[in-house]
T-cell receptor, first 113, second 115 residues
Framework: KAGVTQTPRYLIKTRGQQVTLSCSPI?????VSWYQQTPGQGLQFLFE???????NKGNFPGRFSGRQFSNSRSEMNVSTLELGDSALYLC????????????FGPGTRLTVL | AQKVTQAQTEISVVEKEDVTLDCVYE???????LFWYKQPPSGELVFLIR??????QNEISGRYSWNFQKSTSSFNFTITASQVVDSAVYFC????????????FGQGTTLQVKP
C-alpha cells in the first residue's frame, strides 16, 4: 500500500507570495490533517478535512486555508507569506475517527525569504 | 485542555545502553489515545505505537517497550540495548474524542546514540 505523498518536497518563496502544498492520502483514508513544524513552536495542528469538509481547525490566521477533493487529496494554501511561515509542513492521513492512527507524509520544507 | 509534556529535551547514550523517554499528558476526555512517533533526520514522522485509555497493559515490540500508567498520566517509552539507528527525535502525542483529527504533540525528545 502506498504511503502518504506530499508535493513539492521543497519550496522557496519570498515574502508576500502565496503557496499551495499538496497531499495525497493512503488509499481508503478519508481524513487529512495538516501540521506545521518549527524549531520554536514544535508540531502544531493547522486543520483537518474529512469527506471534503473542514472538521477541525487550529489557531492559525486566515492566511492558512485548505481544501479536500472528492478523491480525498488535500491542498493547503498560505497567502501573503511571512518570514515566520518558514517551516516543515506535514500532512497525515487516517481513516477518519479520532481512534485511528495518523500516518504522515515526508513533508514539504517551505523557506520564505 | 489537552497537553503533552516531554520534559527531556535531549538524551545522549552510548550504544547498548537502555534509555527511557518520558511522556506525561493531560486531558479531560474519558476516551483518548496515546501515540509515539519517531522522526529521523529525513523529517517524516514514523508511527511506532498507539494505546487507548482503557488498555493499561504494557507492550513490548522487539527492543521497544511502552509503559502506560493512567494513575500518573504517563506513557513512557523504553529502548533496550540502544543502537545508533535509534538516533532521532521522538514525539509523544494525544488524541481525544473532543478533538477528532487533531494530534496534540509534546515538544519531542532528541535521542543521540553514540557508537
Amino acid at each position: 500500500k502506498a504511503g502518504v505523498t506530499q508535493t513539492p518536497r521543497y519550496l522557496i518563496k519570498t515574502r508576500g507570495q502565496q503557496v499551495t502544498l499538496s497531499c495525497s492520502p493512503i488509499s481508503g483514508h478519508r481524513s487529512v490533517s495538516w501540521y506545521q513544524q518549527t524549531p520554536g513552536q514544535g508540531l502544531q495542528f493547522l486543520f483537518e478535512y474529512f469527506s471534503e469538509t473542514q472538521r477541525n481547525k487550529g489557531n492559525f490566521p486566515g492566511r492558512f486555508s485548505g481544501r479536500q477533493f472528492s478523491n480525498s487529496r488535500s491542498e493547503m494554501n498560505v497567502s501573503t507569506l511571512e518570514l515566520g511561515d518558514s517551516a516543515l509542513y506535514l500532512c497525515a492521513s487516517a481513516r477518519g475517527s479520532y481512534t485511528d492512527t495518523q500516518y504522515f507524509g515526508p513533508g514539504t520544507r517551505l523557506t520564505v525569504l | 485542555a489537552q497537553k503533552v509534556t516531554q520534559a527531556q529535551t535531549e538524551i545522549s547514550v552510548v550504544e547498548k545502553e537502555d534509555v527511557t523517554l518520558d511522556c506525561v499528558y493531560e486531558t479531560r476526555d474519558t476516551t483518548y489515545y496515546l501515540f509515539w512517533y519517531k522522526q529521523p533526520p529525513s523529517g517524516e514522522l514514523v508511527f511506532l505505537i498507539r494505546r487507548n485509555s482503557f488498555d493499561e497493559q504494557n507492550e513490548i515490540s522487539g527492543r521497544y517497550s511502552w509503559n502506560f500508567q493512567k494513575s500518573t498520566s504517563s506513557f513512557n517509552f523504553t529502548i533496550t540495548a540502544s543502537q545508533v539507528v535509534d538516533s532521532a527525535v521522538y514525539f509523544c502525542a494525544l488524541s481525544g474524542s473532543s478533538n477528532t483529527g487533531k494530534l496534540i504533540f509534546g515538544q519531542g525528545t532528541t535521542l543521540q546514540v553514540k557508537p
